[in-house]
C-alpha cells in the first residue's frame, strides 16, 4: 500500500471514533429492523447512523482537501489508525 498522508493523532482518533460507532451502529440496525416493540429505537438508530454518515463523509472531504489528494481514486483510499496514515490500496 501506499502511504499518501500522515495524520494528525486527533484526526486519526476522530475517524477512528465514527468508524466503530457507524459499525456499532449498521449492527444495532439490523437487529431491530424485525422488532416490531422495538421500531421507536431503530429509527433513532437509523437518524443516529445517517448522521455519523454523513460526518464519517465530511471527514474524507476535509482530508482530501487537506492533503491535496483530490487527483487519488476516493473508493481506494483507506484509513491506518495505528500508523495514522491515508494510503491507497
Same mark, same amino acid.
Given at each position: %500500500? /501506499?502511504?499518501?498522508?500522515n495524520?494528525?493523532?486527533? $484526526? +486519526? +482518533? @476522530?475517524? @477512528?471514533?465514527?468508524?466503530?460507532?457507524?459499525?456499532? =451502529?449498521?449492527? =444495532?440496525?439490523?437487529? =431491530?429492523? $424485525?422488532?416490531?416493540?422495538? #421500531?421507536? =429505537?431503530y429509527? *433513532?438508530? *437509523?437518524?443516529?447512523?445517517?448522521? +455519523?454518515? #454523513?460526518? @464519517?463523509?465530511?471527514?474524507?472531504?476535509? %482530508? &482530501?482537501? *487537506? @492533503? /491535496?489528494? #483530490? !487527483?487519488?481514486?476516493?473508493?481506494?483510499?483507506?484509513?491506518?489508525? &495505528? !500508523?495514522? +496514515? &491515508? #494510503? %491507497?490500496?
Open positions: %500500500m /501506499q502511504i499518501l498522508a495524520l494528525s493523532h486527533e $484526526e +486519526t +482518533t @476522530y475517524v @477512528y471514533d465514527l468508524i466503530e460507532k457507524k459499525f456499532a =451502529l449498521e449492527n =444495532l440496525e439490523l437487529c =431491530l429492523v $424485525e422488532e416490531k416493540d422495538k #421500531q421507536d =429505537l429509527c *433513532k438508530c *437509523k437518524v443516529e447512523k445517517e448522521e +455519523t454518515e #454523513q460526518k @464519517y463523509d465530511q471527514w474524507w472531504s476535509d %482530508m &482530501i482537501e *487537506k @492533503y /491535496q489528494l #483530490q !487527483g487519488y481514486p476516493y473508493e481506494k483510499l483507506i484509513v491506518d489508525a &495505528i !500508523g495514522e +496514515t &491515508i #494510503q %491507497m490500496e
